[in-house]
């Protein structure tokens, strides 16, 4: 990881952040269960608390092979309302950060697990702001997947997951 610039953070001295970092091979498993390898190039710009961070994130490989259960697993997780968890009724000072970072798969992301086996391909866009981060793009699952939902198996001929909320994931 390289990185060149500055940041300042602070509401009461002049100058802006201009920051950019590199990154080649970092090793990451975020989400829970994801892992991967990826090169990335970013930007922080800006005056505070007015930051923007920019870029792009290459997966170059990646897996996920955790198993999934239908009562606590996947199912359980599409049929929940979505939450919100606040630990604090202030703002931090950079939730108003824009985001504008691209990530996409070189390769395929490969799912094993009990539910899928499946290649993965990703071209997505992180938008919006740290508090309110939205996502655009895609998701390909590749000819030849496998499903086993309930003891039975489906053969996934296509598979796209489209995002078109820049206001929410």
């Known amino acids: 990881v390289k990185g060149e610039g500055h940041v300042n953070l602070s509401q009461t001295q002049t100058g802006g952040s201009e920051l950019s970092l590199t990154a080649d091979g970092v090793y990451l498993e975020f989400p829970p269960g994801v892992r991967t390898v990826s090169n990335a190039k970013l930007k922080v710009l800006g005056d505070f608390p007015q930051l923007s961070v920019s870029g792009n994130v290459?997966?170059?490989e990646g897996t996920y092979s955790d198993p999934l259960t239908i009562e606590r697993g996947l199912m359980k997780y599409l049929e929940s309302e979505q939450?919100?968890?606040?630990?604090?009724?202030?703002?931090?000072?950079?939730?108003r950060t824009q985001l504008d970072i691209g990530l996409r798969t070189l390769s395929p992301l490969v799912v094993n697990n009990n539910i899928a086996r499946a290649d993965v391909n990703a071209d997505l866009?992180?938008?919006?702001?740290?508090?309110?981060?939205?996502?655009?793009?895609?998701?390909?699952?590749?000819?030849?997947?496998q499903l086993t939902l309930r003891e039975r198996?489906?053969?996934?001929d296509r598979g796209v997951i489209t995002f078109t909320n820049e206001r929410a994931i």
């Open 153 to 156: 198996k489906y053969s996934v």
């Open 83 to 95: 939450s919100t968890i606040t630990v604090t009724d202030q703002p931090s000072a950079l939730s």
């Open 125 to 145: 866009r992180l938008v919006g702001t740290v508090e309110q981060p939205g996502l655009t793009g895609r998701i390909d699952v590749e000819e030849g997947a």
């Open 58 to 60: 290459d997966i170059s």
